[in-house]
C-alpha cells in the first residue's frame, strides 16, 4: 500500500514536471524571434545592422529621421508602449521664434516580453542651430529632435537623427549676436559676455557638466567663468556643441553639474 502511495506521487510529480516545461515552451513561443545573424546590441557591428533595417526614403545623407526611427525602433526593440514630452520650456521671446527646450521619453515594451524600459534626451532650438524653415515652430522641433534623440539612444545607433543637423555655424552666430549685444565690433580679447556665460551654464546643465571644471579643462586655469576672454569662450561653446552633437565624448571627470558654480 505505501510502495502505491509513493508510486502515486512520483507519478504526480512528472506530470506537473511535464507542465512546468509545457508552460516554459509556451512563454518561450510568445517571445519574438530573433533574426538569424542578429548581433548583439554592444557588438562593433549593432550599428550598421540597425541602419540596414532603414530604407531609402528613411534617411537623408545616411541619418534617419525620425519616423523612420520610430518605425525600426519597434522592429528591433519591441512596442513603444508610451511616447512623449515629459517637460516643455517654451519660448520666451516675444519679438522672434526664441529658444525653446523639450524633454522627451520613450518606454518600450522591451522585445515584447512584458519588460518595460524607457529611455529620454533632450534637445533646444533656437535661431543659431535650426534652419529657417523650422525654428519658426522651436517647440515642435525640439520635441521631435528630443525624440530622435531618445531613440536613437535605444537603439544605440552611432550616427545622428536628421532632425538634429543644422547648416548654420553656430559658434559664428553666437559671435555675431554677442557683437550686436554689446553694440560694437567683435574684440577677442574682450571679457566673457553675460549670453556667453548664460549659454555655457545652460548647456552643462543639460549635458550634466562640472562648469567649472569644464572651463578649466585647457592649459590655463580660472578662478571665476567671469575671467575667461571671449574669444576662449567662443571655443568653449564650440566644444559644448561637440559634446552635445556627440562628436566628442564628455570626460567622466567634468560630470556633475552644480547649479552654485558661479558663487
Same mark, same amino acid.
Given at each position: 500500500?505505501?510502495?502505491? *502511495? #509513493? ?35 554592444? /557588438? ?47 519660448? %520666451? ?26 529611455? /529620454? ?8 542651430? %535650426? ?9 515642435? %522641433?525640439?520635441? *521631435? ?7 536613437? =539612444? ?13 547648416? =548654420? ?24 559676455? /553675460?549670453?556667453? #556665460? ?25 578662478? /571665476? ?8 569662450? =567662443? ?29
Amino acid at each position: 500500500m505505501e510502495n502505491q *502511495t #509513493v508510486e502515486s506521487m512520483q507519478g504526480q510529480l512528472e506530470l506537473f514536471e511535464m507542465a512546468d516545461e509545457e508552460l516554459f515552451e509556451e512563454i518561450a513561443d510568445e517571445e519574438p524571434s530573433m533574426e538569424e545573424g542578429r548581433p548583439s546590441m554592444t /557588438s562593433p557591428e549593432w550599428n550598421d545592422y540597425a541602419i540596414s533595417h532603414f530604407h531609402d526614403n528613411e534617411l537623408i545623407d545616411g541619418n534617419p529621421i525620425c519616423a523612420g526611427l520610430r518605425r525600426v525602433a519597434e522592429v528591433l526593440l519591441g512596442d513603444i508602449v508610451e511616447s512623449g514630452p515629459t517637460e516643455v520650456f517654451p519660448a %520666451t521671446d516675444g519679438d522672434g521664434p526664441g529658444r525653446a527646450t523639450v524633454v522627451y521619453k520613450v518606454s518600450f515594451n522591451w522585445l515584447n516580453t512584458g519588460i518595460i524600459k524607457s529611455f /529620454s534626451d533632450v534637445a533646444d532650438v533656437w535661431h543659431g542651430n %535650426t534652419d529657417d524653415l523650422f525654428c519658426a515652430h522651436p517647440v515642435a %522641433t525640439a520635441s *521631435t529632435r528630443a525624440e530622435g534623440r531618445a531613440l536613437r =539612444k535605444a537603439l544605440k545607433l552611432r550616427v545622428l537623427a536628421a532632425e538634429e543637423l543644422a547648416k =548654420k555655424d553656430i559658434v559664428e552666430i553666437v559671435q555675431q549676436s554677442v557683437a550686436k549685444v554689446t553694440d560694437g565690433e567683435y574684440n577677442p580679447d574682450d571679457r566673457i559676455t /553675460s549670453q556667453q #556665460v548664460q549659454f555655457i551654464d545652460k548647456r552643462c546643465a543639460m549635458l550634466n557638466i562640472d562648469a567649472n571644471q569644464f572651463i578649466n579643462l585647457g592649459e590655463k586655469t580660472y578662478r /571665476s567663468i567671469n575671467d575667461v576672454k571671449r574669444d576662449c569662450a =567662443k571655443k568653449m561653446i564650440k566644444l559644448l556643441n561637440e559634446y552635445q552633437n556627440e562628436k566628442r565624448s564628455v570626460p567622466e571627470d567634468i560630470t556633475g553639474y552644480d547649479e552654485n558654480w558661479r558663487n
